[in-house]
């Protein structure tokens, strides 16, 4: 896997389980990959359909394969945050066709299915840095016209 720039839109989630009984509740997602971490803004009392159309960038540069880990959370004030649920995505096939159009992935909870979470990705590798002959440079110097 070449190393590059991982590109993920959060589009919206539809068919959440709502975790606030008097009111709509208000959803963020929390988007991993690696030891990266970023989350969402809070969509405030979209309640089970919430839209973002938020991109967040992270940085690939392992050679090794991995996956984007997604786990969705209510905001409450005054209390900790409700667990609404979670999805995992290999990026084995993104690393290798570059693009995955807006796609609908289960969310899960306690092994059952809880609702879907939209997102498209995409993956822009980073250009080889590899040593180029005709580009004039010679050990990081420029090699000049006098003699």
Known sequence: MPEG??????????????????????????????????????????????????????????KDSAELKIKIMDSDSGTADDFVGHASISLDTLFQDGEIPATSYNVMKDDAFCGEIRLSLNFTAQKSRGFDPTDGNIGGWRQSGRD
Do not use: H
């Open 5 to 62: 720039t991982l590109e993920v839109t959060l589009v919206s989630a539809k068919g959440l389980e709502n975790t606030d009984v008097l009111c709509n509740m208000d959803p963020y997602v929390i988007l991993s990959y690696r030891s990266q971490e970023k989350k969402s803004s809070v969509a405030a009392g979209k309640g089970s359909n919430p839209e973002w159309n938020e991109t967040f960038l992270f940085d690939v540069s392992s």
